[in-house]
């Protein structure tokens, strides 16, 4: 099976950077998405990591590491609009399917 | 590019009543999902659908859950009779054939909220 951790609440200030960590425990997966998803809207696609290491895409960075089990989405120069749920997910090896994290609850205060 | 659509957006029934979501995938896509998304939770697969054969219903519970997708476009899934615990969002999803798109990430739909009282 598939277990995939990450923290329920976050809170920041406009400007700030933040770091979502995500962890996870699998016998294996081809890739790791994160999506976002404001509050009663479908998620939508950020990042997706592969390979080891860090993927950048404007303010948003995701990183891999394979070896520990270990995901990090960072959100730098934080806005209002960034409030929202993170969520971490595993694509399967047949890359099919994604397993997905509770989510990370992000709130961005002025 | 129109998204994925879902309709309804909102749905309110008793227990013991039967409900009928419906979805539209982003023209093209070969692959469609269902999920359902607990509040607080992140969304759990229900079905798969590779054109128009389920793949994956591994985790439909096909007691009271049917899905169809005919013609291999659009797509209702169903619930017959509804629980108190089916209460959720459920959201459809959909993707390009694989390895056709740039990620090979999945598109999402609004949702459908469903409260069963």
């Known amino acids: 099976g598939q277990n995939i951790d990450q923290p329920t609440e976050m809170t920041a200030t406009e400007g700030a950077i933040v770091q979502i960590n995500c962890t996870y425990q699998?016998?294996?997966?081809?890739?790791l998405f994160w999506y976002q998803q404001h509050a009663g809207e479908a998620p939508t696609f950020l990042s997706y990591?592969?390979?080891?290491g860090l993927e950048e895409k404007g303010r948003f960075s995701s990183f891999l590491s394979r070896s520990k089990g270990y995901s990090y989405l960072l959100l730098k120069e934080l806005q209002m609009k960034d409030s929202a749920s993170y969520l971490c997910?595993?694509?399967?090896?047949?890359?099919?399917?994604?397993?997905f994290g509770k989510g990370t609850t992000l709130s961005v205060s002025s | 590019e129109a998204g994925v659509v879902q309709s309804p957006r909102y749905k309110i029934i008793e227990k013991k009543q039967p409900v009928a979501f419906w979805c539209n995938p982003i023209?093209?896509?070969?692959?469609l999902y269902w999920y359902r998304q607990n509040l607080g939770q992140g969304p759990e697969l229900l079905i798969r659908?590779?054109?128009?054969?389920?793949?994956?219903d591994s985790q439909l519970p096909k007691d009271r859950f049917s899905a169809e997708r005919l013609k291999g476009v659009d797509s209702t899934l169903k619930i017959q009779p509804a629980e108190l615990g089916d209460s959720a969002v459920y959201l459809c999803?959909?993707?390009?054939?694989?390895?056709?798109?740039?990620?090979?990430?999945?598109?999402f739909g609004p949702g459908t909220r469903l409260t069963v009282l």
């Open positions: 999803a959909s993707r390009p054939g694989q390895g056709l798109g740039s990620y090979n990430e999945q598109f």
């Open positions: 699998t016998s294996g997966f081809n890739g």
């Open positions: 990591n592969v390979l080891d």
């Open positions: 997910a595993l694509e399967s090896q047949a890359g099919t399917a994604l397993i």
């Open positions: 023209s093209g896509h070969n692959t």
């Open positions: 659908y590779e054109n128009e054969e389920a793949v994956d």
